[in-house]
């Protein structure tokens, strides 16, 4: 079945929640620092598995000559005495490798709005050209900025973990 959060029938074709690959970061209890990357046209070339999981294999996976979309997810955990509560958010990276032909460079917009349309329940995007815009400090501050008044003990990126004092500097 479709779900309305996550997914737009006018793009059935490419990442669905029937889609195992859309499912691996995009289901509630995905894992910390899963991932995929798709083309222009929202299809998934690309997804994490236990040996790159995390922010770091993300961003190795995004190619210099091309123009791609990843989704990464990342669980914001409120660690208290008692009790652990994760809210995971997905993070949406709009990619053009700088590499990438500026003529070329226009067919982005026309796939940030498939993508926008295909992948439903994005917390927050990050316009990155080259690697080091894919950062888990990058990301966290991205989060804290479009978070509201409660931030989160720590991000958890699947690779690594940091308090929301990390993100400060």
């Not at 059935?12 to 509630?28: G, L, N, S, W």
């Not at 083309?39 to 997804?47: H, L, P, R, V």
């Not at 989704?71 to 660690?79: E, G, L, S, Y």
Request: a negative charge.
């Amino acid at each position: 079945t479709d779900s309305p959060d996550h997914f737009s029938s006018k793009h059935y074709a490419a990442a669905t929640m029937t889609d195992p690959k859309y499912d691996h970061v995009m289901a509630q209890n995905a894992a910390a620092g899963a991932w995929f990357i798709a083309d222009s046209d929202a299809n998934i070339t690309k997804t994490s598995d236990d040996s790159n999981l995390g922010v770091a294999g993300f961003a190795a996976a995004f190619e210099d000559d091309m123009i791609e979309f990843g989704a990464i997810k990342v669980h914001a955990n409120d660690v208290q005495s008692s009790v652990t509560s994760t809210r995971p958010k997905v993070v949406r990276v709009n990619w053009i490798g700088p590499n990438v032909k500026p003529m070329k460079k226009m067919g982005a917009l026309q796939g940030k709005e498939n993508v926008g349309k295909a992948w439903r329940g994005v917390a927050v995007e990050v316009d990155a050209e080259s690697k080091g815009d894919i950062t888990a400090k990058v990301i966290g501050k991205a989060l804290i900025a479009c978070g509201g008044a409660h931030k989160p003990s720590e991000y958890d990126f699947g690779d690594e973990k940091n308090e929301p004092g990390f993100y400060a500097s």
